[in-house]
């Protein structure tokens, strides 16, 4: 009877150290599987962010071009309304006295 229940512990504690490995061995898994979801998500994070950056700098181009070409426009307007509208005869009198007063009136 008393070899019986010695049999009976140590059988107990082998079932115990085989459970303890057992336990021991799925952790490990459990952990090498989260650590290759975590790095799978990592990469799909830095790809969606590398995405976003692309369209939110195409935007920023396009919008940077359209409104370049506003203030392009916005100034030629500008310009004509100023070459229209400008009395240019002062200025061609004033050039004309210093070209004649550098080279003479030929």
């Known amino acids: 009877m008393i ?6 512990i140590k059988n107990a504690e082998a079932e115990a150290d085989r459970l303890t ?6 952790g490990k898994v459990s952990v090498q599987k989260a650590e290759e979801e975590a790095e799978r998500i ?3 994070v830095v790809a969606q962010v ?7 700098c195409e935007a920023a181009r396009e919008d940077g071009l359209r409104q370049g070409k506003a203030i392009i426009a916005e100034g030629n307007v500008n310009a004509r309304k100023i070459i229209e509208t400008a009395d240019v005869s002062a200025t061609v009198n004033f050039i004309k006295e210093k070209v004649f007063a550098t080279y003479g009136n030929h």
Do not use: P, W, Y
Not at 3 to 8: G, L, P, R, S, Y
């Open 42 to 44: 990592r990469k799909d």
């Open 21 to 26: 490995a057992q336990a021991l061995e799925e």
């Open 3 to 8: 070899f019986e229940t010695i049999n009976d």
């Open 50 to 56: 590398r995405q976003e950056r692309e369209k939110v």
